[in-house]
């Protein structure tokens, strides 16, 4: 019904910048949200960041003022610029796409890893 396709993922050094992108295809009329999740090794998969189809945001503490996400809703793809980058951003990055009017299932990308060097 939706697929998502990630891109942006790498490995950098401490400080640097990256730029994900998560473009939406399939059923992705209506009100919704797009987003970033990130899972580190052996942790819980947490939010990094989501948008909904109207421009309201959300961000994790641990990446405000860091992290920068938005969006082309005609293009259906959401972004998230990653600055200043440190070790524990380290992680798999899953874009998460979810119709909100009409409901329906939540749908998650494959992962692209972002590895951050010392």
């Known amino acids: 019904q939706v697929q998502l396709v990630e891109s942006g993922g790498g490995l950098v050094q401490a400080g640097e910048s990256l730029r994900l992108s998560c473009a939406a295809s399939?059923?992705?009329?209506?009100?919704?949200?797009m987003g970033w999740y990130r899972q580190a090794p052996g942790e819980q998969r947490e939010l990094v960041a989501t948008?909904?189809?109207?421009?309201?945001?959300n961000y994790a503490d641990s990446v405000k003022g860091r992290f920068t996400i938005s969006r082309d809703n005609a293009k259906n793809t959401v972004y998230l610029q990653m600055n200043s980058l440190k070790p524990e951003d380290t992680a798999v990055y899953y874009c998460?796409?979810?119709?909100?009017?009409?409901?329906?299932?939540?749908?998650w990308g494959q992962g692209t890893q972002v590895t951050v060097s010392s």
């Open positions: 998460k796409f979810q119709r909100l009017v009409p409901n329906q299932r939540a749908y």
């Open positions: 399939g059923s992705v009329f209506g009100i919704n949200t």
């Open positions: 948008i909904n189809s109207l421009g309201s945001t």
